[in-house]
């Protein structure tokens, strides 16, 4: 069965330090990896995919296959990044495109 | 806002009552999901239409849980003879068919008392 882990439900840094949200995932075959966020009284939202390769609002994260893990990364944290972080996946086992989702990471970033 | 929107946005219901939430996907996406959340947990899949027809649903939805997409536009949840494990966010989202990304509501937040 599919699982997707984040192992930190509260995490905190201060501005301008480095931040990695981590996901680890379980999955048999080749899943597409997501991290959706949800800012303050906001809807939920995809930041990115990983099929995508691209940096969003400077995060980016690299699916390691041979680790299982879809971490999120941002060299320099912003308040604005504080929000609920949910790593997510998808593939033929979830149904469609269905998405599994982790328990989230609340990141906090501390001016 | 022309993303997915969802009523009631707050329901608190007595334990046993039916209640119905309804979801508006964007414009012209023909897939369109249901999830609930509870605290401190992730989103759950409970179902999804592609256009009318419901493809697929999960173990999560119980026989106490419809939903329908009559026309493939709009959707309706509804959970009859509710429990006080039903209280839930229940979030829509829907898509421009597979593999696209998926857009979600709001939210329809649902206390059973």
């Known amino acids: 069965a599919q699982r997707v882990t984040q192992p930190e439900k509260l995490l905190s840094v201060f501005k301008g330090a480095p931040v990695e949200l981590k996901c680890n995932y379980s999955?048999?075959?080749?899943?597409?990896l997501f991290w959706y966020v949800q800012y303050s009284r906001q809807r939920l939202q995809l930041l990115l995919r990983h099929i995508s390769r691209e940096s969003i609002k400077g995060f980016t994260a690299d699916l390691n296959k041979g680790e299982t893990s879809f971490h999120l990364k941002k060299p320099f944290a912003q308040e604005e990044d504080s929000a609920m972080y949910y790593c997510a996946l998808s593939g033929q086992r979830t149904g469609a495109n269905n998405l599994f989702f982790g328990t989230g990471t609340r990141l906090t970033v501390i001016p | 806002d022309t993303g997915v929107s969802q009523d009631p946005r707050h329901k608190i219901t007595k334990r046993g009552q039916n209640v119905t939430f309804r979801c508006d996907p964007i414009?012209?996406?023909?897939?369109l999901y249901w999830y609930r959340q509870t605290l401190g947990q992730g989103p759950e899949f409970l179902t999804y239409f592609q256009n009318e027809a419901q493809l697929e649903k999960s173990r999560l939805l119980s026989d106490r849980f419809s939903a329908e997409r009559p026309k493939g536009s709009f959707s309706t949840l509804e959970i009859q003879r509710t429990e006080q494990g039903d209280s839930a966010m229940y979030l829509c989202?829907?898509?421009?068919?597979?593999?696209?990304?998926?857009?979600f509501g709001e939210g329809s937040w649902l206390t059973v008392v």
């Open positions: 999955y048999s075959g080749s899943p597409e």
């Open positions: 989202a829907s898509s421009l068919g597979g593999g696209n990304t998926i857009y």
């Open positions: 414009s012209e996406h023909n897939r």
